[in-house]
């Protein structure tokens, strides 16, 4: 197969499976017309199948999420001084501290959210395929198997297809545990998603291109979570880790002092929330991810950086210091501020 041939296989097979992230934003029980399936565990056929009946979504109870405990959270972890939300408290991501304006490699304005760090290792999504079909079972939500505060969560996924009987009703299966009994067949892809789970009620609401804000819902562990979707460039998993790319940044205080580093905040431009903060790559470039590495410049340099070639020629503190999910999402224009006004 030709290098042409197989870049568009990845992004064909990258378009659908975007497709089916949004798609799997079930807000009814409803599946595909079924409504006079048996529910004893059999299917259409009367063969026993060895799952239960497939579970309406009204019923079905949520997880609880809490992005900002010790055991979810680096940068961003809940105390008395910081009040960020409580577990299974909506999040606004369009008001500080979630919300970074920055610098592109020119020196245009940027916008990106923060999702705090984030492995490099994705984790597994899976997304279900009936047999001799291209795409995805209509109505069944996504399959996860880790959320904030677990190990091995992450906010990027790596898509794997499970291919279930032609006869599966949606929604039969709601955990990564039920996709192992039934022993259905399941294939990892080349295709990694920024999805960052949320709880219910989460706001996020600007994208870098034509990008769906809604909230999306999976399946864990038989209860139902919510997840954003960040599309604004595919990614694909190379030797078995999301790709990464530089970030230059400055703090208030610079580490190492007493106080310095993220907790002290990042410098800004006076009486304005624009910080210097120089990302290398932009969506559209060769190498862009939201996956930051983060080096810290000092604070000294703030004034003389404007750009990557001024961030780079800057004092270097600290390099590769941590990964953080921040996707772009607005480019070249002076989006809204912290506070969400324009």
Known sequence: MSENETRRRFLTMAGALGTALVAGCAETGSTDGADDEMTDGTNETGMDDGME???DLADAPRAT???FSEAAGTLMVRNEENDLPGPDEPIDFDQAPFLTRGLGPSGEPVSYYNFDVQPTEPAPIYVLFREGEDAPVA????????VPG?????DFWHVHEVTVPADYEANTATSVQDLMDADYDITGTDVVKNCPIVPEGSTASMREGDGETDLIDGWYDGEVVSYFLFEEAPIAVTDGSVPVSPIY???NTNPGMDGGGPQSGFVTEMETDRTHNVVATLPGDDGYSPLWSVSVYDNADFDAVSDLESAMAATLLEAGTATVNCPIVAVGMESRTTDGSM
């Open 53 to 55: 009946s497939a579970t």
């Open 65 to 67: 999420i809490d992005r």
């Open 139 to 146: 109505e069944q939500l996504n399959i996860v198997d880790v």
């Open 150 to 154: 677990d190990e091995g969560y992450n």
């Open 249 to 251: 940044v400055t703090f």
